[in-house]
C-alpha cells in the first residue's frame, strides 16, 4: 500500500504561478510511475501529467504543454508539479497518484489539493 499526501494549492491569480508536491509513504519502492489528475467542478477527472520512476519520463495533457512541469525527487520520495500561466479554467481539486509495478493503472490516491485560478 501507497500513501500520498498533497500540498500546495491556494488561490492564484490568472497569469500567475504554483508548485504542488506530493509525498509517498509506505511501499514506495513498488512504484513505477506517478501522476497529477484534476476534477474541475461539475467535470470527471481529467489526466494532468505523469512521470516514471526510473527513467524520468514525462507525459502531458495537451491543454497544460509548455506552462506545467512535472518533476521527482527519488530520494525523497516525492513528486511535484510546477505551473505556471495558470488560467482560470486551471481551477480544480489536484491529485496525486502512484502506480505500482504489476498494476495496470494508478491505484494510489491523495485526497487533493485545490487550485483556485481568479480572472
Known amino acids: 500500500q501507497v500513501q500520498l499526501v498533497e500540498s500546495g494549492g491556494g488561490l492564484v491569480q490568472a497569469g500567475g504561478s504554483l508548485r504542488l508536491s506530493c509525498v509517498a509513504s509506505?511501499?514506495?519502492?513498488?512504484?513505477?510511475?506517478m501522476g497529477w489528475f484534476r476534477r474541475a467542478p461539475g467535470k470527471e477527472r481529467e489526466f494532468v501529467a505523469t512521470?516514471?520512476?526510473?527513467?524520468?519520463?514525462?507525459s502531458y495533457a495537451d491543454s497544460v504543454k509548455g506552462r506545467f512541469t512535472i518533476s521527482r525527487d527519488n530520494a525523497k520520495n516525492k513528486v511535484y508539479l510546477q505551473m505556471n500561466s495558470l488560467k482560470p479554467e486551471d481551477t480544480a481539486i489536484y491529485s496525486c497518484?502512484?502506480?505500482?509495478?504489476?498494476?495496470?493503472?494508478?491505484?494510489?490516491w491523495g485526497q487533493g489539493t485545490q487550485v483556485t485560478v481568479s480572472s
Open positions: 497518484a502512484a502506480r505500482t509495478a504489476g498494476a495496470a493503472g494508478f491505484g494510489s
Open positions: 509506505g511501499r514506495t519502492f513498488s512504484i513505477n510511475a
Open positions: 512521470i516514471s520512476w526510473g527513467g524520468g519520463s514525462t
